[in-house]
């Protein structure tokens, strides 16, 4: 009997392509009472595509750890440990000049407060324009020369401003171009700040509490920009938030973090539905339900700790309700997997 192999019978392979690696990424501070370890052997994988959620309190790590996936942390912070893969290629030891065309251009960040990322004596228009500029994202001409004098290069790139403006709903946008950043509302200068961080049409958006300053239906709107932008340019987001229900509304996969460490991953229907780790169950105790009647919310106990100064053992034995002699022990607390993707630390598993 003949055997025929047909190209339709092959098993085809959807997972979308990977974007980028973090492994066992450590960034450190050091401080007058010692040594901060703001991230802690991070780890985790992002595909094309993906809306990944980094949750926790402030001073967990969540945008150190975007920080040192640009090398842009602050000094005297400093990247110790580990790998940032990006499409392969290690960011972490790329040379400034390549990391300055990767920002932006290949990565672009929104940061949480507007009013302090615009220039405040530039036209929005012009700020949106410089990005395009800077990356020759539309130049039609070579060397420095023929680029200045070159007149169709910057009507190609004010076309470029208009459309992005449009594309994230400023309302007449050749006229507001003109406008400067006090010109606009809240919600607004934060749409500029997207078109900033769009204009170079990027692979990675990083958005670290991009909707914090704002009230509750502008953050909606803005998370809906992000969610069209994530569906028509199938630009991948890390969505750094202290907000549960917004990653939950807005995310593929969640990553919790507390003290700089990774202590539970998961897609968000498997940490919302069921979470693992005492944090994360503590985290969505303090949500408010509209089903559920409730007289209060309950607040996770006690502090943040000081990183400066980690209790032995796990970080979070001081507030846990399920806390065991062990959990305050110096001891390993490795990362369990629980299932494909599915991570948390604790000693309860
Ligand atoms: Fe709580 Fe112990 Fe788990 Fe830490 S390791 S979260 S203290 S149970």
């Known amino acids: 009997m003949m055997f025929s192999w047909k190209l339709e019978d092959q098993p085809v392979d959807t997972t979308p392509p990977l ?21 802690d052997g991070m780890s985790f994988m992002l595909r094309e595509g993906e809306k990944l959620g980094i949750v926790g309190e402030s001073g967990s790590g ?3 750890t975007l920080l040192s996936i640009l090398r842009l942390v602050p000094h005297p912070g400093e990247i110790v440990d580990g790998e940032a ?13 390549e990391m300055r065309k990767i920002r932006g251009k290949e990565i672009a960040m929104i940061f949480q407060d507007p009013l302090t990322t615009l220039n405040p004596v530039f036209p929005v228009g012009e700020q949106i324009r410089e990005s395009l500029g800077i990356h020759n994202i539309v130049s039609s001409s070579n060397g420095w020369l023929s680029r200045l004098f070159d007149r169709r290069r910057i009507a190609a ?4 401003v208009i459309q992005v403006m449009r594309d994230v709903g400023i309302p007449s946008p050749v006229e507001r171009a003109k406008n400067y950043p006090h010109q606009f509302s809240g919600g607004m200068q934060q749409r500029v700040i997207i078109a900033i961080a769009l204009s170079c049409e990027p692979h990675l958006l990083l958005a670290d509490e991009p909707t914090t300053a704002l009230d509750v239906t502008i953050q ?16 991948s987001v ?9 990653v939950a509304e807005f995310c593929d996969n969640i990553i919790v973090m507390y003290a700089g460490w990774m202590m539970e991953k998961g897609t968000v229907e498997e940490v919302i539905a069921d979470p693992k780790h005492p944090y994360t169950q503590g985290l969505l105790r303090c949500l408010p339900r509209i089903s559920e009647k409730r007289e209060k919310i309950h607040p996770i106990p006690g502090l943040v700790p000081d990183l400066a100064r980690l209790p032995p053992g796990c970080p979070f034995s001081p507030r846990c309700d399920q806390a065991m002699p062990e ?20 000693l309860l598993y």
């Open 157 to 160: 790139e004010q076309e470029r």
């Open 19 to 39: 974007l980028l690696e973090l492994r066992n990424l450590t960034t450190v501070f050091p401080t007058r009472r010692g040594l901060v370890r703001a991230v």
């Open 327 to 346: 959990c305050k022990e110096d001891r390993p607390f490795p990362l369990i997997e629980l299932g494909e993707g599915r991570l948390v630390r604790c």
């Open 220 to 235: 909606a709107q803005i998370m809906d920009l992000l969610n069209k932008i994530n569906r028509e340019h199938g630009t």
């Open 62 to 64: 969540k945008t150190v």
């Open 85 to 97: 893969l990006f499409l392969g290629e290690d960011l972490l030891h790329k040379p400034r000049t």
């Open 238 to 246: 890390i969505l750094v938030t202290h907000n549960l229900g917004v």
